[in-house]
């Protein structure tokens, strides 16, 4: 099982940046997925989840209406759209299932710099 993150990057508060996590090893579309974010000095936090066939969206509060999770079968890929980005979302950002199937392995993640 692998998950690789990428896209992230530096960027100035109201910019954009759009994430991708590529999975192999494991029968992606049977699989809803979710990004996950880690802050400096905090727990690692639930931001997005996506259904198995992208019918079905769910966002946490802090991000909802700047934030779009998509998904793309053909290619094991799960993709993060960031709008109007605070330095409130700088952190290191994963993907991975959804927390009630069972936890993967993480990836090395991808790093958001939101700053001026």
């Known amino acids: 099982v692998q998950l690789v993150e990428s896209g992230g990057g530096l960027v100035q508060p109201g910019g954009s940046l759009r994430l991708s996590c590529t999975a192999s090893?494991?029968?992606?579309?049977?699989?809803?997925m979710s990004w996950y974010r880690q802050a400096p000095g905090k727990e690692r936090e639930l931001v997005a989840t996506?259904?198995?066939?992208?019918?079905?969206?769910d966002y946490a509060d802090s991000v909802k209406g700047r934030y779009t999770i998509s998904r793309d079968n053909a290619k094991n890929t799960v993709y993060l759209q960031m709008n109007r980005l605070k330095p409130d979302d700088t952190a290191v950002y994963y993907c991975n299932v959804r927390r009630d199937y069972g936890l993967l392995k993480w990836g090395q993640g991808t790093q958001v710099t939101v700053s001026s």
């Open positions: 090893g494991f029968t992606f579309s049977s699989y809803a």
């Open positions: 996506i259904t198995r066939t992208g019918g079905s969206t």
